[in-house]
């Protein structure tokens, strides 16, 4: 009888063990997930300040005097003159 009731015991356990919810309790609904993905996409992801890419004055690194180019990214301007891309720091926002 001992082993009888400890088998329940183990196999009802185990069943409330393996139930990922409370039945009656609804998980995440397909609704509220895209406004959690976009929340998180944006602090991700901020929009990006500089959406210009015209001519900007820049100040070569290696200095001299300031010049005016195209932003490529990452301090590296095409100057408007032509000629090889100058490091250089934005004087602009």
């Known amino acids: 009888m001992k082993h009888l009731m400890l088998l329940i015991l183990v196999c009802t356990a185990a069943g409330c063990a393996t139930l990922g919810t409370v039945p009656g309790t609804q998980g995440n609904t397909a609704a509220g997930a895209p406004e959690a993905t976009t929340s998180i996409a944006a ?5 990006s300040e500089d959406q210009n890419s015209g001519p900007r004055l820049f100040i070569p690194v290696t200095g001299g005097a300031p010049g005016i180019g195209i932003p490529l ?4 301007f095409l100057p408007v003159t032509g000629g090889a891309p100058v490091i250089g720091i934005p004087t602009g926002p």
Request: glycine share 22%; charged share 20%; aromatic share 0%.
């Open 73 to 76: 990214g990452g301090d590296l």
């Open 43 to 47: 602090t991700i992801d901020p929009p």
